[in-house]
Each structure stands twice: as structure tokens, then as C-alpha cells.
């Protein structure tokens, strides 16, 4: 290279040079996808494979050679590394995969992926990633078309517990706008309020915003896992006579571990009666507003300000896929968000800025995590979206018939989702009477 007409030379380093072998790399890539296809994909539903080949932490250190140094690998070496991390990582899309919420593979939402791990783009303006905010709005305007509002606004985002977390601040900051310049200092002592069984991401947000765990109200909920209305009133008014500022209500549509579903049109009205803001976290229960026969199950919805709707979920597009939507259609997320950088966001463009959503994330780069929910969306239309939640609803009540007929399982209750609970109980356990020593051991067992 230094023989090179022309080399342009800059502190050593020559600028007019290739950066890497191009030809060697796009071998590599070939290779690499070959082996992705031949050991994730085509294996995806192979039951005589693994769910995880699993290996203790310090010996999976050492098979992996997890050291970086001075010199880079040769490609053999990292093919085989490749192989090695396939190997050894939990095969996901397994049929025997059983894990929180979610499993299996969807090719259309994996290519989608693929196509946007190789842009690499970042959804901030419309110039940097044009078809990717195209994108997302026509996926978020149709997900509030399900939830029956005639208009709103929304945004993905890294997970469901991140949702949870803006529409916490956003209802703060509709409560009271000059916090966003003020700060915490002259608040009045802002109190929430969610069920025992929701998701704990609640506390985690109301810790990272500053409003504190002690100022979130769990309200009792009944045998099913449901808050129960009359409990959340009495909670409302108990925060205002302590002279505290109630300003939301964060019910949940498909809680956890019951898979149960918060009353919307009871804790709506109470929340219209104090002028509190009403959040969903249907991060779990979202898709089931795809199906018209399971659709019930979050009756009420409409009537929310905001909703959590994480689609990685149960309609199986790949992690992560999460949505924030919110009612308000006046900008009051790009109130709440914007910083407003000159740099970015300049308001003298060519095309139409209100297509540069950045401003109302709280995020600077950002993943296109739309595209690959719309391209399955596009493969399988919404009647192939609604087949795999009545499916999967489905699986769920021939497992609840299969577990009472089985000696040694006991079903906790009949599911009002896919969440199905129940207790097996082996053999020596099985005469013993029931109290805490009992429940000491069978907890052991789990």
C-alpha cells in the first residue's frame, strides 16, 4: 500500500486504503448463514435436538475462549465459535421450549431481521430511515384501530417494562406539565396505584422516575388475580386525605403468572371520577384484541389514555417488539420527550418534519423493531394473526383437560388466558396432609 499512487498518509495510517477485505467478508457472512440456516432454522422444530445443551458457567468460559486479544481470529476459528454459540445458547423456537411468554419461530418476522441487522439503520428522521417510519406509523395507526380509538399516537420501544415507564412519566407530565423544566422539587408527593399482581416493572419505573416505591398503591385483587374496583376507590380516596396528588391508575391485561385480566370499565369509571390517567399494561394480553372470539377479554380498552402491547409475545414476531400507545393525538408525547437538537431536528427540511418522530423517544438511535411485526403481518394478515391466538388459547384448555386427568396434578384454577396454573404433586407427597410442611416441600419440588 505505501507503494500506492496517490496514498493519502495521515499520522501512519493510510485513508485512501480498503478499511477490510471485502471479498473475504461477504465469504464469511456466506458461510456464517449457512450455518445459522443449517443449525437454527431448518432445526427449529426438530424434538430429537436439545432444548440447551447445558454446561455449567466456568465450563462454557472455556469452551467458548471468551477472550478478545491483539490479533484477530482466523474465519475457520470463527465459523467454529459461530457453531459453538448455536450450540450451547437455548434453542428458543424448540417445540419443547417452555419459558416466560414466549417461544417459536416466525420466518417472516426472522428475514425482517436479517434485512434490518444488514441496513443497520437508526428511526429517528425520515431522511436517515424512511421506509422504517413509514413503517411504524402504519403498524401503530392500525394497532389503535384494535384497541377502538379513532385516533392516537405511539411508539416502539426496548420492552414492555420501557412502555410502562413512559406512560408513567407521560401521565406525570400531563398531571403537571413543569416538571419537564422544574424537576421533582416542587411536586406535591405523586401517588399510583396498580394490582398486587401486576407486573414489576411498575415499581422499577416509579424507582428510575423519582416517584418512589412507597408512593405506589397495590390494590388488593380477587381469587382470580383481578384488582378488584371497590378496593382501588377506597385507595383513591385514602391518598387524598393524606393530602397526596393520585394522578394514574396502571391496570393490567394479562397479568404474569394467572394470566388474568384487570376490570377496564370499572376502574375506567374510577378513574374518570378523579381525572386520573388510565394506563394498560397489555403487554401480555395485548393480542388477544386480534381475535374476535378471545377480543372480550380486554373489554374496555378503548377507554384507557395508554396501552403497553408487546407483540414478541403470543403472535410470535422476534424480541423485541413492544409498542407504547397512547389516545392522545395532540403531540403530547413530543411535548414530554423533545429536547428539541438543532443538529437533527431541523424544522427547514425538504419534506414534510412531522415524518421525524425521534423527538418524542427518549432514545436517540432506535431499531426499526416495527418492520419485522408489519412484514409477518403482511405474510400472514390478520386472519393468520388471529389463528395463532385462538391456537394458542386453545393448547392452553386441552392442557387444563389433560392435567385433571392425570394422578399426582392439580390444576390452581380455570384459565382466563393461555396462563395455565397447576401444582404437580409426586408420590410422597401425595398422602401427606395439608399445611406448611406440605407446602414447604412442594414448593421445594417446583
Not at 445458547?89 to 416466525?106: C, E, M
Not at 385516533?151 to 420501544?157: M, Y
Not at 416538571?179 to 414489576?200: A, D, N, Q, W
Not at 397447576?422 to 408420590?427: A, D, E, L, N, R
Request: charged fraction near 25%; include cysteine.
Amino acid at each position: 500500500m505505501l507503494q500506492k499512487k496517490n496514498a493519502v498518509l495521515v499520522d501512519g495510517v493510510i485513508l485512501n486504503g480498503p478499511i477490510m477485505d471485502s471479498k473475504a467478508g461477504e465469504k464469511f457472512v456466506e458461510e456464517a448463514c449457512k450455518i445459522i440456516m443449517e443449525e437454527v432454522v431448518q432445526k427449529a422444530d426438530d424434538v430429537t435436538e436439545k432444548v440447551c445443551e447445558w454446561q455449567a458457567p466456568e465450563t462454557l468460559k472455556q469452551i467458548l475462549d471468551l477472550e478478545m486479544r491483539d490479533t484477530g481470529e482466523c474465519h475457520q476459528k470463527l465459523l467454529q465459535l459461530c457453531q459453538d454459540v448455536i450450540r450451547y445458547s437455548v434453542k428458543t423456537s424448540h417445540p419443547r421450549f417452555f419459558n416466560q411468554l414466549y417461544a417459536g419461530i416466525d420466518y417472516y418476522s426472522l428475514v425482517a431481521r436479517f434485512i434490518t441487522e444488514a441496513l443497520n439503520p437508526s428511526v429517528y428522521t425520515y431522511e436517515v430511515s424512511p421506509v422504517f417510519l413509514l413503517v411504524e406509523e402504519a403498524v401503530i395507526k392500525k394497532m389503535i384501530e384494535f384497541i377502538g380509538w379513532e385516533e392516537g399516537d405511539g411508539i416502539f420501544n426496548p420492552g414492555g417494562s420501557v412502555s410502562n415507564m413512559y406512560a408513567m412519566n407521560l401521565a406525570r407530565y400531563k398531571f403537571c406539565p413543569e416538571i419537564k423544566e422544574k424537576g421533582l422539587s416542587g411536586l406535591p408527593r405523586l401517588v399510583m396505584f396498580t394490582s398486587e399482581e401486576c407486573h414489576y416493572s411498575m415499581k422499577k419505573a416509579a424507582s428510575f422516575l423519582g416517584i418512589g416505591t412507597e408512593n405506589v398503591y397495590f390494590i388488593r385483587t380477587d381469587e382470580r388475580g383481578k384488582m378488584i374496583p371497590e378496593e382501588l376507590e377506597k385507595q383513591v380516596q385514602r391518598a387524598r386525605k393524606e393530602g397526596s396528588a393520585p394522578f394514574l391508575v396502571c391496570a393490567t391485561a394479562g397479568t404474569t403468572v394467572l394470566g388474568a385480566f384487570d376490570p377496564l370499565d370499572k376502574i375506567a369509571d374510577i378513574c374518570e371520577k378523579h381525572g386520573l390517567w388510565l394506563h394498560v399494561d397489555a403487554s401480555w394480553g395485548g393480542s388477544a384484541l386480534i381475535s374476535r372470539k378471545h377480543c372480550r377479554l380486554l373489554h374496555g380498552i378503548h377507554r384507557a389514555d395508554s396501552v403497553a402491547w408487546n407483540p414478541h409475545k403470543m403472535l410470535l414476531a422476534g424480541i423485541q417488539c413492544c409498542a407504547l400507545l397512547v389516545k392522545d393525538n395532540s403531540g403530547l408525547l413530543k411535548k414530554c420527550y423533545s429536547a428539541e437538537a438543532a443538529y437533527l431536528f431541523q424544522q427547514d427540511k425538504f419534506y414534510d418534519v412531522s415524518y421525524d418522530t425521534g423527538d418524542k423517544s427518549i432514545q436517540c438511535s432506535r431499531r426499526p423493531d416495527a418492520f419485522k411485526f408489519w412484514l409477518m403481518w403482511k405474510a400472514l394478515g390478520t386472519t393468520g394473526l388471529e389463528e395463532r391466538v385462538n391456537r394458542a388459547l386453545a393448547l392452553a384448555r386441552y392442557l387444563v383437560e389433560e392435567i385433571k386427568k392425570r394422578e399426582g396434578f392439580q390444576l390452581l384454577l380455570e384459565p382466563e388466558f393461555a396462563n395455565v396454573c397447576f401444582w404437580y404433586i409426586p408420590p410422597s407427597l401425595r398422602e401427606m396432609e395439608d399445611g406448611p410442611e406440605f407446602w414447604q416441600k412442594l414448593h421445594q419440588v417446583s
